[in-house]
C-alpha cells in the first residue's frame, strides 16, 4: 500500500505571496492532519480534517487554512506568506479520527520563504 | 494546555548497548496516549511505539520498551541493542482520548540520538 504523499517536496517563496501544499492519504484512510516543523518552536499542529470537515484546529492565524475534498486528498493553503512560516509541514493520515488510530506521516513540504 | 518535556537534547551511546531517553508530561486528563516517534534525516516521521493511559503494562516493540509512571507523569523510552539506524531525532507525544482536550498529537522539542560505532 502506497504511503502518503505530499507534494510538492521543496518550495521557494517570496514573502507576501501565498502558497498551497497537498496530501495524499493512504488509501482508506479518513482522516488527515497537518504539522508545522521550525527549529525554534519544533512540531505544532495546525488541523485535522475527517470526511471533508475540520475536526480541530491549533493555535495559528487565519492565514492558515486547509480543506479536504471527497476522496480524503488535503491541501493547505498559508495566504500573506512571512519570513517565519519557513519550514517544514508534514502532512499525517490515519484510518479514522480517534486518537487509537495510528497517525502515519508523509515526507513533508519544505517551504521557504524570501 | 497539555505541554511534553523532553530534557536531554542530545544522547550518544555505544552500538549494541542500552540507551534511556526521557520524557516527561503535564496534563490533567485521565485517558490519553503517548507516543515516540523517530526522524531520521530523511525528515520522515516513524512511530516507534505507544501507550495506552488506561494500560498498566508497559508497551514493547521489540528493541524498544517504555517505562509508563502515569502517577509521576513520566514515559521514557528504553532502546536495546542499539544500532545505528537507530541514529536520529526522537520525540515524545501526548494526544488526548476521546472528548479530550488537546487537538492533534501534543511533541516535546526532540532528542537527538548518535549512535557510536
Not at chain 1, 471527497?70 to 517544514?88: I, K
Not at chain 2, 518535556?5 to 520524557?23: D, Y
Not at chain 2, 508497551?59 to 517505562?67: G, P
Not at chain 2, 532502546?79 to 501526548?94: E, R, T
Request: hydrophobic share 30%; glycine share 8%; with cysteine.
Amino acid at each position: 500500500k502506497a504511503g502518503v504523499t505530499q507534494t510538492p517536496r521543496y518550495l521557494i517563496k517570496t514573502r507576501g505571496q501565498q502558497v498551497t501544499l497537498s496530501c495524499s492519504p493512504i488509501s482508506g484512510h479518513r482522516s488527515v492532519s497537518w504539522y508545522q516543523q521550525t527549529p525554534g518552536q519544533g512540531l505544532q499542529f495546525l488541523f485535522e480534517y475527517f470526511s471533508e470537515t475540520q475536526r480541530n484546529k491549533g493555535n495559528f492565524p487565519g492565514r492558515f487554512s486547509g480543506r479536504q475534498f471527497s476522496n480524503s486528498r488535503s491541501e493547505m493553503n498559508v495566504s500573506t506568506l512571512e519570513l517565519g512560516d519557513s519550514a517544514l509541514y508534514l502532512c499525517a493520515s490515519s484510518a479514522q479520527s480517534a486518537p487509537i488510530y495510528e497517525q502515519y506521516f508523509g515526507p513533508g513540504t519544505r517551504l521557504t520563504v524570501t | 494546555a497539555q505541554t511534553v518535556t523532553q530534557s536531554q537534547p542530545e544522547m550518544s551511546v555505544q552500538e549494541a548497548e542500552t540507551v534511556t531517553l526521557s520524557c516527561t508530561y503535564d496534563t490533567s486528563e485521565s485517558d490519553y496516549y503517548l507516543f515516540w516517534y523517530k526522524q531520521p534525516p530523511s525528515r520522515q516521521m516513524i512511530l516507534v511505539i505507544r501507550q495506552e493511559a488506561y494500560k498498566q503494562q508497559n508497551a514493547t516493540e521489540n528493541r524498544f520498551s517504555v517505562n509508563f509512571q502515569k502517577a509521576a507523569k513520566s514515559f521514557s523510552l528504553k532502546i536495546s541493542d542499539s544500532q545505528l539506524g537507530d541514529a536520529a531525532m526522537y520525540f515524545c507525544a501526548y494526544r488526548s482520548g476521546p472528548g479530550g482536550g488537546a487537538d492533534g498529537l501534543t511533541f516535546g522539542k526532540g532528542t537527538h540520538l548518535i549512535i557510536q560505532p
